[in-house]
């Protein structure tokens, strides 16, 4: 099923850019040239992929399991909607 992700910069530009079910939200900025890092290349070992959800999307993803939440704990900009991608 192909799907749409809008990514809302900090400069303000919001990019839709196509997904696969199944992909992470880190692959698939990774593959539009979007600036998030993701050190760990997903692993949950770091928070480099931090992202904040939007509110009214937030309650539609499954909760976050421990290591999510430890990790974060330390991102950077932490806000009530934030996940790791």
Known sequence: MSL?????????????CAAAEGQTLLQVAQANGIDLEGACEGSLSCATCHVVVDPAWYGKLPPPKQDERDMLDMAEGRGRTSRLS
């Not at 749409?4 to 839709?16: D, I, K, N, Q, Y």
């Open 4 to 16: 749409t992700v809008t990514f809302s910069l900090p400069s303000g530009e919001h990019r839709a």
